[in-house]
């Protein structure tokens, strides 16, 4: 089946410590997104990529890191800067012309 | 940057009823979807409809871009469609990403 996978779907970590969660695609698909979700609101772009060794910052990329080394493979790591980390990080992919976005189960992250 | 407005916030329906729920932009797009959330957070890609309607079940959308709306209609509703549901643009000529609306939240009662 094609399609987006995130893993764990749900992450505990201590404070100060960085966090990798992985998102992978077989859909073929050019472009990956990270979003970050918060109780009751919508959306925030993290960052994105639309071609492997390449991405952009979305609105809110500080504290966090991303690697594409390889097309299907996008993962994001939740540094120990990021002030307030605990949320619900969404994975997605597009192709780059019609750019419908398809989005992965997401990772329930949670630091103490 | 682009504005997006989505109404009503929260809808409550009987099983069976239809609703229309809005998204207002405050710039020109070139890239309009629907999402649906459901209570377990996945989210589920409705519509691509940077312009004029479409339909896909018991759901359709209309996208009135001269106009910087669009609105996407259930009916006969289900319990399964309740969650969230999210509209997001692209504003035409603008960066490559796409900004989201905070959501119209359904709950359908059986």
């Known amino acids: 089946d094609g399609g987006i996978t995130q893993s764990p779907k749900y992450l505990f970590r201590k404070e100060g410590q960085n966090v990798t969660l992985s998102c992978e695609q077989n859909?073929?698909?050019?472009?990956m997104y990270w979003y970050r979700q918060d109780p009751g609101q919508g959306l925030r772009l993290i960052y994105y990529?639309?071609?492997?060794?390449?991405?952009q910052k979305g609105d809110i990329a500080e504290g966090y890191s991303v690697s594409r080394e390889k097309k299907e493979s996008f993962p994001l790591t939740v540094t120990s800067a990021q002030k307030n980390p605990t949320a619900f990080y969404l994975c997605?992919?597009?192709?780059?012309?019609?750019?419908?976005?398809?989005f992965g189960p997401g990772t329930r992250l949670t630091v103490t | 940057g682009i504005q997006v407005e989505q109404s009503p916030p929260d809808l409550i329906l009987q099983e069976g009823a239809n609703s229309t729920l809005r998204c207002n932009f405050s710039?020109?797009?070139?890239?309009l979807q629907w999402f649906h959330q459901n209570p377990w957070g996945q989210l589920i890609n409705l519509f691509y409809?940077?312009?004029g309607t479409k339909q896909n079940g018991r759901l359709s959308a209309t996208t009135v871009a001269t106009e910087r709306y669009s609105l996407l209609y259930i009916s006969s509703s289900q319990t399964t469609d309740s969650g969230v549901y999210f509209c997001?643009?692209?504003?035409?000529?603008?960066?490559?990403?796409?900004?989201f609306g905070k959501g119209t939240k359904l709950t359908v009662n059986p």
């Open positions: 997605a992919s597009s192709t780059t012309s019609r750019e419908s976005l398809y």
């Open positions: 859909l073929n698909h050019d472009a």
């Open positions: 990529s639309q071609i492997v060794n390449d991405f």
């Open positions: 710039d020109s797009v070139n890239n």
């Open positions: 409809i940077p312009s």
């Open positions: 997001a643009v692209r504003r035409r000529g603008g960066s490559e990403k796409l900004v």
